[in-house]
């Protein structure tokens, strides 16, 4: 099984600032990469997939970048919306793997 | 507007079957590969399995975990994907999202569903 590991787990920032996750992979996966963002008791929402093509209505603070084993998926000027959970997950072969998450918090 | 509507959860006995439903609108429901993502309390994303579409056999792919307690099924003439659990474990008590797959360079989960929860415990 493919590995997914995020880093930090979590972070504490402020509004304005400009924030970047890391999600590295096991071995390679080429571009096969989406990041999702959740909330509290809400379902995962997709904000990047193929690791940089931004999804659909999805505010252009956030970008995606990588290939092979390491990502970043960052968000250029922290909003107050965006205090939330994210998750790597590779779909290069199966079984699909999600990152541990991180966190990221109001400082 | 796309929708996927899960429901079937509850409290289960361990050792026991649950069925869970995820009803799809908005879109064209044969046209999509469906998938399955658990997440149990306080805990992160764990894959469950997937469905292909008729194209491509109806086939299916499952998590270890799962394996042989697990199967997913569809009716596309009703735009509905079921997850059959069985012989339940108090480690498969988790909220249970269903998604549809597009294909886009890569299989991404791009609509979830709001999840219903399952809870295994005697």
């Known amino acids: 099984d493919i590995q997914m590991t995020q880093s930090p787990s979590s972070l504490s920032a402020s509004v304005g600032d400009r924030v970047t996750i890391t999600c590295r992979a096991s071995q390679s996966i080429s571009n096969y990469l989406n990041w999702f963002q959740q909330k509290p008791g809400k379902a995962p929402k997709l904000l990047i997939y193929a690791a940089s093509s931004l999804q659909s209505g999805v505010p252009s603070r956030f970008s995606g970048g990588g290939s092979g084993t390491d990502f970043t998926l960052t968000i250029s000027s922290l909003q107050p919306e965006d205090f939330a959970t994210y998750y790597c997950q590779q779909s290069y072969s199966t079984p699909w793997t999600f990152g541990q998450g991180t966190k990221v918090e109001i400082k | 507007e796309v929708q996927l509507v899960e429901s079937g959860g509850g409290l289960v006995q361990p050792g026991r079957s649950l069925r869970l439903s995820c009803t799809a609108s908005?879109?064209?429901?044969?046209?999509?590969?469906m998938s399955w993502v658990r997440q149990a309390p306080g805990k992160g994303l764990e894959w469950v399995g997937f469905i292909r579409r008729k194209a491509y056999g109806v086939t299916t792919e499952y998590a270890a975990s799962v394996k042989g307690r697990f199967t997913i099924s569809r009716d596309d003439s009703k735009s509905i994907a079921y997850l059959q659990m069985n012989s339940l474990k108090t480690e498969d008590t988790a909220v249970y999202y269903c998604?549809?797959?597009?294909?886009?360079?890569?299989?991404?989960?791009?609509?979830w569903g709001q999840g219903t929860l399952v809870t295994v415990s005697s």
């Open positions: 998604t549809r797959i597009i294909v886009v360079v890569t299989a991404t989960p791009d609509y």
């Open positions: 908005g879109f064209t429901f044969g046209d999509y590969a």
